[in-house]
């Protein structure tokens, strides 16, 4: 079967030529795929303002029925396929990926995955670190090696106020505790920076954990799904957070970690640590964007701000061999044209149209 392709003079080219000749796929901006994230559930303990605010996802929300989720060999048979394809790195999600039971079973078949020229998957996951201290061990047994907690702030009223649902920035701390115990290195935290609500916290979020080992990554408030009420005023771009973490604990830039890499460094001058800033919003990164999504109950999406994704469960569950599994991935990212943050500004058609929510394919 011949696939299209972004240049018409490779039409003819099958797609096991493409990945035996160890080309690296390219979308139609020349961007290889390289990054999975993988959603293992839309569910979570957590209501979020800026992600599941409550009055959206209430209690009779519906969530997906546990027949509609990929089982973990579903998942894994996707993540081959994938690192056949030219995937290094899978990142773990949700919704809350550590309410899905048993999920070190998940991690361990992963962890074994090898690229095509025998070297490790880079994997690692993003929690809410509220079941961390409970499973941190178990993960890492299993062969994860970095982990990501969301914290939005270390004050007590503003994160339980942020997470709405009170649950304590204490417990969270525990979590990140234990998977440095455990082992995880770098332990990252992700803070969600929204101006009036936690803006305030920023410096005391540099301050606790500077010295510690872990990174805190300030993430732009984005306007992602239709339900958390974003507009261009509640976001704190990047250059403010640097300047004021600058003002306190000089910084010294060290730029991102890899040209497809979300964050961009700066380390601190007295040798403390780092941070990240990740600037989806003031300063988007489009170009370098090497990252596809799995939802939950098997779509993929070529964007985090897409407005539907390709079922690809459907075709498995009817017998798809893993040739045309890789055929039907490789013709999708082939066709890529995702640039969505770029357009922001824009009064596009991209921009007009509904979009997933984020606690569905995972951030
Ligand atoms: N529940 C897990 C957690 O919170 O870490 C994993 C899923 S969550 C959707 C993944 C990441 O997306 C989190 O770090 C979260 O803070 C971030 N996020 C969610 N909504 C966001 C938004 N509107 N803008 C920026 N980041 C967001
Ligand atoms: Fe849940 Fe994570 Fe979304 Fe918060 S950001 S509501 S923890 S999925
Ligand atoms: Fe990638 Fe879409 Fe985000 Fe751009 S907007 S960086 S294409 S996920």
Same mark, same amino acid.
């Given at each position: 079967m011949?696939?299209?392709?972004a ?6 080219l ?10 690296? =796929? ?7 795929l390289?990054?999975?994230?993988? !959603? ?5 303990n957590?209501?979020?303002?800026y992600?599941?605010p ?9 969530f997906?029925p ?5 089982? $973990? ?24 990926? =550590?309410l899905?039971?048993d ?5 361990e078949?992963?962890a074994a995955?090898r ?7 880079? =994997?690692t ?5 509220? =079941?961390l201290?409970?499973?941190?061990g ?7 090696k970095?982990?990501?907690? !969301? ?11 942020m ?12 979590g ?7 082992g $995880? ?15 305030a ?7 606790? $954990?500077?010295?510690t080992?872990?990174e ?7 306007d ?11 976001v ?17 830039p ?10 961009v460094?700066?380390r ?15 300063q988007? $990164? ?6 596809l999504r ?11 701000f ?12 009817n017998?798809? !061999? ?8 490789a ?9 969505? !943050?770029e ?10 149209l ?7 394919i995972?951030?």
């Amino acid at each position: 079967m011949e696939v299209s392709v972004a240049d018409p003079a490779e039409r003819t080219l099958r797609i096991p030529d493409v990945v035996t000749a160890g080309m690296p =796929l390219r979308d139609t901006r020349m961007r290889p795929l390289r990054d999975l994230r993988i !959603s293992v559930t839309d569910r979570c303990n957590f209501r979020c303002v800026y992600c599941m605010p409550k009055e959206v996802f209430g209690r009779d929300y519906a969530f997906l029925p546990r027949r509609e989720l990929l089982s $973990f060999e579903e998942i894994e048979r996707v993540a081959r396929a994938f690192v056949g394809l030219g995937v290094e790195k899978i990142r773990l999600t949700g919704g809350e990926p =550590l309410l899905r039971k048993d999920l070190e079973f998940l991690v361990e078949r992963l962890a074994a995955l090898r690229t095509p020229l025998g070297k490790d998957v880079d =994997l690692t996951l993003t929690t809410n670190g509220s =079941l961390l201290s409970r499973k941190a061990g178990a993960l890492r047994d299993a062969g994860l090696k970095r982990v990501s907690v !969301s914290l939005d702030s270390i004050d007590e009223a503003v994160f339980q106020r942020m997470n709405g649902v009170g649950f304590p920035a204490a417990l969270v701390l525990e979590g990140i505790e234990a998977a440095q115990r455990a082992g $995880f290195a770098p332990v990252k935290v992700n803070m969600v920076v929204k101006r009036g609500v936690n803006d305030a916290q920023i410096l005391p979020m540099a301050r606790h $954990f500077r010295g510690t080992g872990v990174e805190v990554r300030y993430i732009e408030f984005m306007d992602v799904g239709t339900s958390n009420g974003w507009n261009m005023e509640s976001v704190v771009p990047s250059s403010a957070v640097v300047r004021c973490i600058d003002e306190a604990y000089p910084l010294v830039p060290t730029g991102r970690e890899n040209p497809s890499a979300t964050s961009v460094r700066y380390r601190y001058a007295d040798g403390q640590g780092e941070i990240g800033v990740i600037s989806s919003v003031s300063q988007p $990164f489009c170009g370098d964007c090497t990252r596809l999504r799995l939802s939950a109950d098997g779509r993929l999406y070529t964007c985090l701000f897409a407005s539907h994704g390709l079922d690809i469960r459907a075709p498995m569950r009817n017998g798809d !061999s893993d040739d045309a599994l890789r055929r039907r991935v490789a013709d999708l990212w082939m066709r890529r044209a995702d640039r969505y !943050s770029e357009q922001r500004g824009e009064n596009s058609a991209a921009r007009r149209l509904p979009k997933v929510e984020m606690s569905f394919i995972g951030g």
